[in-house]
């Protein structure tokens, strides 16, 4: 069974993968030799805001169904890896009365992320199950439920997860090369995902759904998969938010984390890879500038006024701008290995 | 016997303003295909005019609760003129997600230009008194909740059924063009759902200040969510379904709460939004839905 339509998606995807990773690494790379100490936590946020983007797109992007779930797959991806892998030391007096042992155990960096893997998939699986049975507005209605169920799940069992205190402890296993290495495998995942022949067919079942089975597309199972998928890659991108800062709690992973990587995804445009990337980045870096205006800066003589909301405020005019003039994002279908190819092979939009 | 009278009352008042709330959502969605997440905005907004006519020494109730409303809809005509005529005839996940960023710019806007902590808003309290029926001890303002709802319910039927710019409403939500043929302004008609929407939005804002007494940026976020879940379970772009979705809603809250023990009662939304994935599970396209219509049928 062939993976790729046509050898030319396959030199595509690589081509386009590989110039994005270079992109990704190459950022990364400049902080890591000129960035100050600050600089690195910044960046390595950023670094997994776009995991998280990705893992985003591989579901969003190809069924064009809003998915507001992903932070609750993000959390549920760290918590679990946090809970595995932080010392029964430690743990003993963070969560004193946790069920089941779960403060009597303890695993090494790689078997805690097999197992936040394996959990995370498989609870991105059975709620796939749902997700696929619906269609537009009731399948964004069932990843709000998502998201709010786990959110109480966290808040509430204090004694696995602490609620809104802090979960401490955690062994710092990533730095900025490991997040970097990880970036570049799942932008090629990606981006393989969408020049197979699934993501083909599952683009077009999006376009129309009716003309898509009628051709044979077997569009329940390609939304699984394609949900699943995106299930992994989001709880990767929890692992290595908990492997980096030592720390997590239940806040992050709520509407307000859903919109930032929302508006992210919707800024470069859900349809492509290069779109994802391109968001991440121009939000990670417009929103620090934001930041810094919010906290009312004196700037070439002139102090402004503390302005808290504004970073609240741009998320929301980049989504709503976006939609309104041109809502297939700044990029739309385009990827980035386009660009260096002439005549025949530049698509139609 | 008592407890189970007392708590249906309960159940009755809760879904009555979900009821309110997704009515709004309703009516505007089955006209243009639109999920108004930013309806909790103009609920904030009804609360936020409150606060400043009340600091504006306005002493007659009777004047801020209109004003509150002439505010809502208002600001629902606004939003409708500058963020979702533009998309208006774009697909659903487009109006979604402008509808989430206004939602989230307005948010952001309070907080910026008024404060991010809640602000006192005692000007309703006068709704709210105790009134005991036997053995059953209920508030006022359950009563006038679940009264104004009613009415509103009622008035609105009156006026789909009755008035021309109420059976264009309806004959929009069948068939745009049709109507648009017939010779009617479809900017009228649309505009006429937001005003109506902005309407029952601010009768909302009322009765949520009255109980909470405060007003702060996300007033009206949570009861939105909640709202719409109720008109998703209904069936979408379905007004009976916004009513019965709303109201069994409320019934699924308040059962949580009598039925969960103590210990879970912070999870009790965890529960009832388990409760709505089953429910759509078995009906995807909610308990009321308007026939779907797959192709062309000549």
Same mark, same amino acid.
């Given at each position: ?226 949900? +699943? =998928?995106?299930? #992994? /890659? !989001? ?9 980096? $800062? %030592? @720390? &997590? ?11 930032? +990587? =929302?508006?992210? #995804? /919707? !800024? ?9 990337? $391109? %968001? @991440? &980045? ?29 970073? %609240? ?37 | ?298």
């Amino acid at each position: 069974m062939r993976i790729f339509q046509s050898m030319r998606s396959f030199k595509n995807a690589v081509w386009g993968a590989s110039l994005l990773s270079i992109l990704v690494a190459g950022i990364g790379l400049l902080v890591i030799v000129f960035g100050e100490k600050y600089h690195l936590r910044l960046v390595y946020a950023a670094y997994v805001n776009l995991l998280v983007v990705l893992g985003l797109q591989v579901f969003m992007g190809n069924t064009n169904i809003t998915n507001l779930s992903h932070s609750a797959f993000m959390g549920l991806g760290a918590y679990v890896a946090a809970i595995c892998v932080t010392p029964v030391t430690i743990k003993k007096l963070s969560l004193p009365d946790a069920p089941w042992g779960l403060n009597a155990f303890e695993l090494d960096a790689f078997s805690s992320a097999i197992i936040s893997l394996t959990i995370t998939g498989f609870l991105a699986f059975l709620t796939g199950l749902i997700i696929v049975r619906l269609s537009g507005i009731g399948a964004t209605i069932v990843t709000i439920a998502i998201l709010v169920i786990v959110h109480s799940v966290f808040m509430h069992r204090t004694d696995i997860f602490k609620g809104k205190q802090a979960f401490f402890g955690i062994p710092q296993v990533f730095d900025l090369y490991s997040i970097i290495i990880i970036s570049i495998g799942v932008i090629f995942v990606a981006r393989f995902f969408r020049e197979s022949k699934w993501g083909i067919q599952l683009r077009a079942s999006s376009d129309d759904d009716t003309s898509a089975s009628a051709m044979g597309v077997n569009i329940f199972n390609l939304r699984l998969f394609a949900w +699943t =998928l995106g299930g #992994l /890659i !989001l709880a990767m991108a929890g692992i290595c938010y908990a492997y980096f $800062l %030592g @720390t &997590i709690s239940a806040r992050p992973f709520y509407f307000s984390h859903v919109f930032l +990587t =929302l508006a992210m #995804l /919707i !800024l470069g445009g859900m349809r492509s890879i290069t779109g994802a990337v $391109l %968001g @991440t &980045i121009m939000i990670t870096f417009g929103l620090e500038w934001v930041r810094f205006m919010e906290t009312g800066p004196v700037l070439i003589g002139i102090k402004f006024p503390e302005m808290l909301g504004l970073s %609240g405020i741009t998320l929301g005019a980049v989504i709503v701008l976006i939609m309104v003039l041109r809502n297939g994002g700044l990029v739309g279908n385009f990827e980035i290995e386009q660009m260096f190819r002439k005549g025949r092979n530049i698509p139609k939009v | 016997m008592d407890y189970i009278v007392q708590q249906t009352l309960n159940a009755l008042s809760f879904g009555a303003e979900y009821a309110l709330i997704a009515l709004g959502l309703a009516i505007v969605f089955s006209i243009m295909n639109l999920v108004n997440f930013a309806h909790g905005e103009v609920i904030a907004i009804g609360g936020y005019t409150m606060m400043v006519m009340a600091t504006l020494a306005f002493k007659n109730p009777i004047i801020i609760i209109l004003g509150a409303v002439l505010a809502a809809i208002i600001m629902a005509l606004f939003l409708e003129r500058i963020a979702f005529r533009p998309v208006r005839y774009a697909d659903a996940t487009t109006g979604l997600l402008t509808a989430f960023g206004v939602s989230l710019i307005l948010q952001n806007l309070f907080l910026l230009l008024v404060s991010p902590r809640p602000i006192a808003v005692t000007s309703m309290y006068f709704l709210d008194w105790p009134i005991r029926l036997g053995s059953i001890q209920i508030s006022s303002l359950q009563i006038f909740e679940t009264l104004a709802t009613l009415i509103a319910i009622l008035l609105l039927v009156l006026f789909l059924k009755k008035s021309l710019l109420g059976i264009a409403m309806r004959a929009a939500s069948l068939d745009f063009e049709m109507v648009r043929l017939m010779g009617i302004r479809a900017n009228r008609v649309i505009a006429a759902a937001f005003a109506i929407s902005g309407l029952l939005a601010g009768i909302a804002a009322i009765f949520i200040i009255a109980r909470r007494g405060a007003v702060d940026p996300t007033l009206g976020f949570n009861p939105v969510l909640k709202a719409f879940v109720a008109c998703v379970v209904g069936g979408f772009g379905s007004l009976p379904g916004a009513v019965l979705g709303g109201f069994l809603l409320g019934a699924l809250e308040v059962g949580m709460l009598v039925l969960l023990p103590q210990s879970y009662g912070g999870m009790k939304d965890a529960f009832v939004f388990a409760i709505i994935a089953i429910i759509l599970v078995w009906r995807p396209e909610g308990i009321l839905s308007p026939p779907k219509e797959k192709g062309d049928k000549i």
